[in-house]
């Protein structure tokens, strides 16, 4: 599975836009980019996903590059309920059972 | 966390002693997947399975056995735990087919100690 690098921590202030970044320099041409996230003592849960285009969603915006090997996960307004671990994950979809391989994610902590 | 129930939510075990933990999804899906998570650190896939009657490795299987007799039921098993199996394990699962039915559903985790 094609590496992600992700800053291991970030800080933001609560209604503030909170900008993720994730290179991935050596993804394929079959690799979706996944944005999950954990909140403490639970399991993670999807945020967005998106293959080239930009997408959108009630969660966040995914901004992907032209070359494919960075993405930014955009919050646009955090709230403390955003506190967490936020994971990017190459997905290949060429693949027959689709796991997910977890790198160690950026923790993200949201000050009132 | 829609539809990913994992029982039990803790458990203590002895070292030498069996334990079976149980996932259930109500969605129809197809894959499910077990994880575990130790501290500090990212998922990591202990066995999966594509479908009812059907189960594979994943990257730490040692020490584990599963079982899909049911499609919306995967069990993890300990036949001998050690305390190196003391983690959080994670199930998910999600379905085939369309890009969206990628998204990966996850249980709330089952907080397992061995001492």
């Known amino acids: 599975d094609a590496k992600t690098t992700q800053p291991n921590s970030m800080e933001s202030n609560e209604e503030e836009p909170v900008h993720l970044p994730c290179n991935h320099s050596?993804?394929?041409?079959?690799?979706?980019i996944h944005w999950y996230r954990q909140l403490p003592s639970q399991g993670p849960e999807y945020v967005i996903h998106g293959l080239t285009s930009n997408v959108n969603n009630r969660m966040a915006s995914l901004a992907i590059a032209e070359d494919r090997k960075s993405s930014t996960l955009i919050l646009h307004r955090a709230t403390l309920r955003d506190a967490a671990v936020y994971y990017c994950?190459?997905?290949?979809?060429?693949?027959?059972?689709?796991?997910?391989?977890f790198g160690q994610g950026t923790i993200l902590t949201v000050h009132p | 966390n829609a539809g990913v129930t994992q029982t039990p939510k803790f458990r203590v075990l002895k070292t030498g002693q069996s334990m079976t933990l149980l996932c259930a999804q109500d969605m129809n899906h197809e894959y499910m997947y077990w994880y575990r998570q130790d501290p500090g650190m990212g998922l990591r896939l202990i066995h999966y399975?594509?479908?009812?009657?059907?189960?594979a490795k994943g990257e730490v299987p040692d020490g584990y056995n599963v079982s899909r007799l049911k499609k919306q039921n995967f069990l993890l098993g300990l036949e001998s735990a050690a305390p190196s199996q003391t983690s959080v394990y994670f199930c998910a699962s999600r379905q085939t087919g369309t890009a969206f039915g990628n998204t990966i559903y996850f249980g709330e985790g089952s907080w397992l100690t061995v001492v």
């Open positions: 050596t993804i394929s041409g079959t690799d979706y």
């Open positions: 399975s594509v479908g009812e009657g059907t189960t």
């Open positions: 994950i190459l997905r290949d979809v060429a693949t027959s059972y689709g796991k997910l391989t």
